[in-house]
């Protein structure tokens, strides 16, 4: 039993921070390394949750500054309105004082919103 003094020595613990920071953005012409979201100074951003609509073929990009591309999304506009959503089971934690930027190639309305918190 190699791992019976973890459970038997020590309580694990898990600790939950609600996603104080909703930053929201809406883009009609493509985009070339936005930054959408600045950490205050000495702070990580704790990334829980990411929702994203169009209405246009696209291909969309979220790079974090420090340690550069962490999500690629090919949107198809054949369908009326197209979305990505996704919330993280363990929030994506970025560097102290890393940016989260945007990278499109659509002309035509792209809606963003990213949630989580700073520490």
Known sequence: MPNYNIFVSSALSTSETPSTIIRYDSFALAQSDTVLWTPSSGKNIYLTSIQMST???QTV???GSNNG???VTRFNG?????SYSSNF????KFDT???ISITSNGVGTLDITL???EQ
Do not use: M, W
């Open 78 to 82: 054949t369908i009326a309105a197209i």
């Open 61 to 63: 990009t979220l790079s």
């Open 97 to 99: 004082n890393e940016n």
């Open 89 to 92: 089971f363990s929030p994506i």
């Open 115 to 117: 949630l989580g918190y």
């Open 55 to 57: 209405l246009i073929t």
């Open 69 to 71: 591309i962490f999500l």
